[in-house]
């Protein structure tokens, strides 16, 4: 078994709901952010850590992704007759990124078994998981850091974002005892989506996990939980007890950079903004109409 983490496992199944009639017939991965779909930023995000096996973990209605991430010569040729270098280089950016593979998940049977669904791919080796739908600024980099923790602690290591309590009822939580890191913590219980008067801290996790593969046995054993689905949180809450040597452990980083829900509308609109506004070519005008808008309201 290697200790390495090589692999990024991408769930992108769902149904993008939240977006409709926007996602009715465009999978709600591929909805851009700027000039790129939002899941070719985590892609990016998993490459810039040394991921560069990717697997998707699909679902109906999800061919646009898998054509995103594959070559369009006719295009191709069409810019390059043109002397257009610089879209050319846009289109076939997405192709050359990483090691592209895709699984169906068939029954959408939540975010546990989309997971499982990946070991066959994953084998006996440690490997991360992103999920589509939250978009980490790349100015923050945060899945790097937690490989770290784990060469470091070993066992599993979620990613942890502070968050109002009376907002804790959306996420997952924690509870936590400190380590001798201020950004680390030791996870003891998990909870999905708690009451406000039952969440055991104000940690809420967020999109990105680097799991060790005893997670793939615990989760053939996990029953559905919460809305009938099988969560990955029971699952980690097992793993949370067990011993180091049996692949056990969790820890959670603590992340305080800029992170994007981009299954949320408000949120996906705030992060196209942002990084339009960071734009060289964007920025400068957008900021002045921006400015000028906000006066007229």
């Given amino acids: ?50 991921l560069e096996d990717v697997l998707f973990i699909t679902g109906r209605s999800k061919r646009p992704l898998e054509d995103h991430f594959d070559r369009n010569l006719e295009l ?30 068939g029954d959408p049977l939540g975010l546990g078994h989309a997971v499982l669904v990946a070991e066959a791919h994953v084998g006996d080796e440690p490997f991360a998981v992103l999920l589509g739908d939250d978009l980490i600024d790349p100015r923050d980099p945060v899945l790097e850091a937690m490989v770290a923790v784990r060469e470091r602690f070993g066992g599993s290591v979620i990613c942890l974002m502070q968050v109002p309590r009376d907002s804790i009822s959306l996420y997952g939580c924690p509870a936590t005892v400190a380590t001798d890191d201020p950004d680390v913590v030791t ?22 996990y680097v799991l060790d593969p005893a997670v793939f046995e615990i989760l053939r054993d996990t029953p559905p939980g919460r809305g ?14 067990m011993p180091r040597e049996a692949g056990g452990g969790v820890h959670g980083l603590v992340f305080r950079g800029r992170r994007y829900d981009t299954g949320d509308r408000l949120s996906y609109l705030q992060a196209v903004i942002t990084l339009a506004v960071e734009r060289e070519d964007l920025g400068p005008d957008l900021r002045d109409w921006l400015v000028e808008f906000v006066g007229r309201q």
């Fill in 228 to 241: 009938g689905e099988i969560q990955l949180t029971d699952a980690l809450r097992t793993l949370a007890t």
């Fill in 1 to 50: 078994m290697t200790e390495t983490v090589r692999k990024a496992v991408i769930p992108a199944a769902g149904l993008g709901t939240r977006f409709l009639p926007a996602t009715k017939a465009t999978p709600k991965e591929m909805l851009p952010v700027v000039d790129k779909p939002a899941i070719q930023y985590v892609v990016e995000e998993a490459v810039a850590a040394g």
């Fill in 76 to 105: 191709e040729l069409v810019l390059e007759a043109k002397g257009d270098e610089e879209r050319l280089a846009s289109v076939t950016e997405s192709t050359d990124l990483a090691r592209i593979h895709y699984v169906r998940q």
């Fill in 187 to 208: 996870v003891t219980d998990l909870i999905e989506k708690p009451d406000v008067d039952a969440a055991p801290s104000d940690y809420a996790v967020i999109g990105r």
